[in-house]
Every structure is written in C-alpha cells, then in structure tokens.
T-cell receptor
Framework: KAGVTQTPRYLIKTRGQQVTLSCSPI?????VSWYQQTPGQGLQFLFE???????NKGNFPGRFSGRQFSNSRSEMNVSTLELGDSALYLC?????????????FGEGSWLTVV | AQSVTQLGSHVSVSEGALVLLRCNYS??????LFWYVQYPNQGLQLLLK??????LVKGINGFEAEFKKSETSFHLTKPSAHMSDAAEYFC????????????FGTGTQLKVEL
C-alpha cells in the first residue's frame, strides 16, 4: 500500500511569495498532520486535520494555514514567505483522530526561501 | 505542556556494540511515546511506540524500548549496532486525548564506527 505522498519534494521561492504544499495520506487514513523541521528549532507541530476540520494547531503565525479535502488529502499554505520559513515540511497521516495511533510520515517537502 | 528530553545530541558506538539512546518525558499522566528514525534527506520512520499495553516494546530493525514510569523514561536500545543504524533518532510524545499531535525531542545523531 502506498505511503504518505508529498509534493513537491523540492522548491525554491522568493521572500514575499506564497507556497502551497500537498499531501496525500495513506489510503483509509483520515487524520493528517503537518510539521516543520529546521536545524535551529527541530521538529515542530503545525496543525492536524481530521474530517476536513482542524483539530489541533501549533504555535505558528497566521501566515501558515492548511486545509483538508473530503478525500482526506491535505494542503498547507504559507503566505508572505520569510527566509526563516526555509525548512523541511513533513506531512503525517494516521487512521483516526484518536491519540496513540500509529503515525506515518512522508518524505517531506524541502522549501528554500531566497 | 508536555516535553521530551533527549540526552546527548551525538552518540558514537562501535559496530557490534550496544546502542543506548536516552529519552525522558515530562507529563503527569503517562503519555503515548514513540521513537522515530530519520536517514539523510528522508522523512521519519517509526521504530516503535508505547501505548501502555506492555512496558517493554519491541520495534523494527532489532530496536526495543522500555517504559519506566518511575523514571519518566523511554530509552531506546539495540544489542548490537550495525553500520546501517547510523541516522538521527527522535523520541516523541503525544498526550492522551490530544489527538495525533506529537511533541519531539531535539534528536540524537547516532554514529557507528568500524
């Protein structure tokens, strides 16, 4: 069965632009979460979606947003990009919204802001 | 808020030696605990998770971890290191009732030497 798929894998954007990253969860999984990974801050939780509703949100500015579609696919958007947004963005999926689920990660989307 | 502490940002072992990666959590209620491994330029792969079914948890690739409530620890071990174990290892915690939000430790880079 296919794993968590993230697109694009690599992208370069200019300061002030916006970016949209896409995530397809494992088939049958209905919960999707997003994380940002940087050398300085490590792995930080962005948000979690289940049944098209945001369930949890991390401590990030409003420039970071996300959504989930009826087929459980998810997108996250970052507007007005800053140099500090350069990071690996990881998507994770799990079967339900309940804690304790096995959580599977994708390969990530590498974003470079110049 | 829950937190995870990983002692030792870098650990070096000889091939065939015991691997011990330390993780301590802070939570008044035993949470769910996870160990993930990340190889260069890849996403996170789940090694094992603790969900209160058994205190000694066996995972993939010969790794195991023991949950010790009295010490609030969940250390990862492997009896005999292999060169292919060289990677970064992350301990993570999720709160019961908190959905799939993971709080990660800062990671431990494992180096395996001949």
């Amino acid at each position: 069965k296919a794993g968590v798929t993230q697109t694009p894998r690599y992208l370069i954007k200019t300061r002030g632009q916006q970016v949209t990253l896409s995530c397809s969860p494992i088939s049958g999984h209905r919960s999707v979460s997003w994380y940002q990974q940087t050398p300085g801050q490590g792995l930080q939780f962005l948000f979690e979606y289940f049944s098209e509703t945001q369930r949890n949100k991390g401590n990030f500015p409003g420039r970071f947003s996300g959504r989930q579609f009826s087929n459980s696919r998810s997108e996250m958007n970052v507007s007005t990009l800053e140099l500090g947004d350069s990071a690996l963005y990881l998507c994770a999926s799990s079967l339900t919204e309940e804690s304790g689920n096995t959580i599977y990660f994708g390969e990530g989307s590498w974003l470079t802001v110049v | 808020a829950q937190s995870v502490t990983q002692l030792g940002s870098h650990v070096s072992v000889s091939e065939g030696a015991l691997v011990l990666l330390r993780c301590n959590y802070s939570s008044s209620v035993p949470p769910y605990l996870f160990w993930y491994v990340q190889y260069p330029n890849q996403g996170l792969q789940l090694l094992l998770k603790y969900t209160s079914a058994a205190t000694l948890v066996k995972g993939i690739n010969g790794f195991e971890a023991e949950f010790k409530k009295s010490e609030t620890s969940f250390h990862l071990t492997k009896p005999s290191a292999h060169m292919s174990d060289a990677a970064e290892y992350f301990c993570a915690v999720s709160e019961k009732g908190g959905g799939n939000k993971l709080t990660f430790g800062t990671g431990t880079q494992l180096k395996v030497e001949l």
